[in-house]
């Protein structure tokens, strides 16, 4: 895996997450492949299910960053390891998360990466 790889990654998880603190769901959806799931404790939610969550305010994020762990190239699919700490509130309550992430990239027709699968683990306490 060159740097070159880890260097764009970031870039991508920042631009997403910045999408996602400015809680606009059609910025988001851009990072997300059509047939995007998010898994985590509480099961899946689809892309569609995501996006309306936000867009109707439900769920709204204050902040959001990652650290990189580790990328790994399989040809036009990465496997993206990060660390990320993020706040918001879901339904009017405030929420801190603090967790590792896997997130599965594909590259699109045009170039692009697009997520197709992110799975959430929270950080032992």
Same mark, same amino acid.
């Given at each position: 895996m060159g740097q070159d790889l880890r260097q764009e990654m970031r870039g991508v998880l920042d631009a997403w997450a910045q999408a996602i603190v400015a809680n606009d769901a059609d910025r988001?959806?851009?990072y997300a492949a059509q047939d995007w799931v998010l898994v985590g404790?509480?099961?899946t939610v689809d892309? +569609? %299910?995501?996006l309306d969550l936000v867009r109707s305010g439900r769920l709204t994020h204050e902040e959001m960053?990652? @650290?990189v762990l580790d990328v790994r190239e399989l040809g036009d699919v990465v496997v993206v390891l990060a660390h990320g700490t993020n706040s918001g509130h879901w339904e009017g309550r405030p929420?801190? @998360?603090?967790e590792y992430t896997t997130d $599965?990239?594909? +590259?699109?027709a045009?170039?692009?990466?697009?997520? $197709?699968v992110t799975t959430?683990?929270? +950080?032992? %306490?």
């Amino acid at each position: 895996m060159g740097q070159d790889l880890r260097q764009e990654m970031r870039g991508v998880l920042d631009a997403w997450a910045q999408a996602i603190v400015a809680n606009d769901a059609d910025r988001i959806g851009a990072y997300a492949a059509q047939d995007w799931v998010l898994v985590g404790t509480g099961g899946t939610v689809d892309r +569609r %299910q995501f996006l309306d969550l936000v867009r109707s305010g439900r769920l709204t994020h204050e902040e959001m960053g990652f @650290e990189v762990l580790d990328v790994r190239e399989l040809g036009d699919v990465v496997v993206v390891l990060a660390h990320g700490t993020n706040s918001g509130h879901w339904e009017g309550r405030p929420f801190h @998360e603090d967790e590792y992430t896997t997130d $599965v990239f594909a +590259r699109d027709a045009d170039g692009g990466w697009r997520c $197709v699968v992110t799975t959430l683990t929270p +950080r032992a %306490q």
